[in-house]
């Protein structure tokens, strides 16, 4: 067997988030000493039952940063804002960019021994019909105001490579119990009804233990100036919501033209201007979607040894989970 590797006394930026949680499980079950910094309003009582030592403070405050990673040896920088409605874009380029800055910068000062830094493989940037590696060149434009935050922040990461010993992650779309986030809310929301027709387009997914697995792998096996995508299995839109109908045991919307899914998203937007309520398909979601969304996750699973769980069984366990949470309607079948 090979040797355990050092016991990492490690901090979590976005601990108390969908994967920054799965990270901070992952480093547990593999007996790491976990430290999560977490804003004042945060819950974290259920972190707090795990054994995870809770500091309080924020990205946008490099100080608490510092303050928190006192007595660290590992930086986990994981807390970023993914959502498709944020209508405070520059709250969302700040959060990205300025909050990796102030993470990598308080990591500098503080000496650590690695720094593990969750980009998303929306920054990969491949062009429409490719599927995007680590070595795909970006097509030079931005699908989104997500994608192109992530990327700057990425850049901004990179900028960090020879002063610290620091490894890049590229989850592609995250699904699992807990997810609440754009990909977790459409099945939600198909299941209970709220989506009237769906359109043609491609995603890529990886389950949140693989993508957390694959985060504190990169950091035991110390693969410095290495970047990886963590991605599982590319499905069309018929085939993901395919399998959620089958699971839930509902009924699958019919499909319509891109254009009207694309006006459709234009209203849900106007509609959520106006009530406050969150729409059901941004044009962020609907532009990531019909121009395609491919990258590939082999070279995660080759060299930091990770195996990709069906996503079909990861769907499986994230519908139970929002049918005990109460977000479901109606029993899913693979409920019971």
């Known amino acids: 067997m090979p040797p355990r590797p050092p016991t990492m006394n490690a901090l979590v930026t976005g601990g108390t988030g969908f994967v920054g949680g799965a990270i901070v499980r992952e480093l547990l079950r593999r007996g790491h000493r976990v430290r999560v910094l977490a804003r004042p309003t945060s819950k974290t009582a259920a972190l707090e039952k795990l054994g995870v030592e809770i500091a309080r403070g924020d990205i946008l405050d490099r100080g608490s940063i510092e303050r928190a990673l006192e007595g660290c040896d590992t930086l986990f920088h994981a807390a970023a804002i993914y959502e498709t409605w ?7 380029m700040r959060t990205e960019v300025e909050g990796t800055r102030n993470a990598l910068e308080a990591a500098l000062k503080a000496g650590v021994r690695r720094a593990v830094y969750t980009s998303t493989a929306a920054c990969v940037g491949e062009r429409r019909g490719q599927t995007g590696t680590e070595r795909t060149p970006h ?4 699908l989104t105001a997500y994608e192109e935050a992530k990327h700057r922040a990425e850049q901004a990461a990179r900028e960090y490579a020879g002063r610290l010993p620091m490894v890049i992650l590229q989850p592609a779309a995250v699904t699992g119990p807990g997810d609440l986030k754009p990909t977790g809310q459409a099945v939600i929301d198909m299941i209970n009804g709220r989506f009237p027709a769906l359109f043609h387009g491609v995603l890529t997914f990886v ?3 693989d993508a957390a697995r694959g985060h504190v792998a990169a950091a035991e096996q110390e693969r410095w100036g290495e ?3 963590l991605a599982a299995e590319i499905l069309t839109t018929r085939e993901f919501f395919g399998m959620v109908a089958e699971l839930a045991g509902v009924r699958r919307p019919p499909f319509v033209p891109s254009v009207a899914a694309g006006w459709f998203a234009r209203f849900e937007e106007w509609r959520a201007r106006r009530t406050g309520r969150r729409p059901v398909l941004t044009r962020d979601s609907f532009e990531v979607a019909r121009h395609g969304f491919r990258v590939d996750g082999s070279k995660a699973a080759r060299e930091l040894g990770i195996r990709y769980r069906p996503i079909r069984e990861s769907l499986r366990e994230a519908i139970r989970w929002y049918w005990e949470q109460g977000l479901l ?3 899913p079948a693979c409920a019971g």
């Open 329 to 331: 309607e109606r029993r």
């Open 86 to 92: 944020v209508p405070d874009k520059d709250l969302l």
């Open 139 to 142: 097509r030079g434009y931005f």
């Open 227 to 229: 970047t990886f995508i």
């Open 207 to 209: 389950d949140a233990g």
